[in-house]
């Protein structure tokens, strides 16, 4: 699976967008872009994914270029529970199932 | 949809002692995943299942680690004998198929003294 880097920590103010970059430059045709994220004593949670076209959910949005060599998830009103290690991750979709995660971003909403 | 069920949240135990952590899996899902997580190495894969088979244990770090999912509602996570250098929050994880979404558990923090 090819490799992300994301940056070790971010901020944002609590209301605003917060907006998560991850490089994979790497990234092969078949691989779809997974985030995840943690909150501190919890399990991961999935959060949103996509192979090429932007997506939304209801917890955020994520762009991808039209490269695909890196993409950016977006939180568009951040609240305090939004504080998480949040994980950008790259997978084929077929039968190995593997999800291998990386250190991640640790993004803190200040009040 | 209870989620991902993990027993025990917490289990303390001396070095040399059997551990034995269990996962009850989201009903339906025929993917089934162990994971480790510590401050030093992040989360690392152990084990995965699929339809209660073994497919990878390549993360499993020694003998002394063992799994089983003996059907598709249970399964197991054994250490024995368990050493200090085990402590670490041990994740359970479920899925659907293919790319679905991973569905955690809340972990079991093992503490080996």
Redesign the interface.
């Known amino acids: 699976d090819a490799k992300t880097t994301q940056p070790t920590s971010m901020d944002c103010a609590e209301g605003r967008a917060a907006n998560l970059p991850c490089n994979h430059s790497t990234i092969s045709g078949n691989e779809y872009v997974y985030w995840y994220r943690q909150i501190h004593s919890q399990g991961p949670q999935y959060i949103i994914h996509g192979l090429k076209n932007n997506e939304t959910n209801e917890m955020a949005s994520l762009i991808i270029t039209e490269d695909r060599k890196s993409s950016t998830l977006i939180l568009p009103h951040a609240t305090l529970r939004d504080t998480a290690v949040y994980y950008c991750i790259v997978r084929v979709a077929d039968s190995s199932y593997k999800l291998i995660f990386g250190s991640g971003t640790r993004l803190l909403v200040r009040p | 949809d209870a989620g ?1 069920i993990q027993s025990p949240r917490h289990e303390v135990t001396e070095m040399g002692q059997e551990v034995t952590l269990r996962c009850k899996p989201i009903s339906g899902h025929n ?1 089934l ?1 162990w ?1 480790r997580q510590t401050m030093m190495r ?2 690392e ?1 152990l084990i ?1 299942f ?1 339809n209660n088979v073994p ?2 244990d390549s993360g499993m770090p020694e003998d002394r680690f063992s799994a089983k999912m003996p059907n598709a509602s249970f399964s197991t996570l054994k250490i024995q004998p368990s050493e200090p250098r085990d402590s670490a929050v041990y ?1 359970c ?1 479920s ?1 659907l198929k ?2 679905s ?7 079991t923090r093992l503490t080996v003294t």
């Open positions: 991902v993917s995943f994971y992040g989360l894969l995965y699929n497919i990878d994740f994880a899925s293919g790319n979404p991973l569905h955690f558990g809340n972990g």
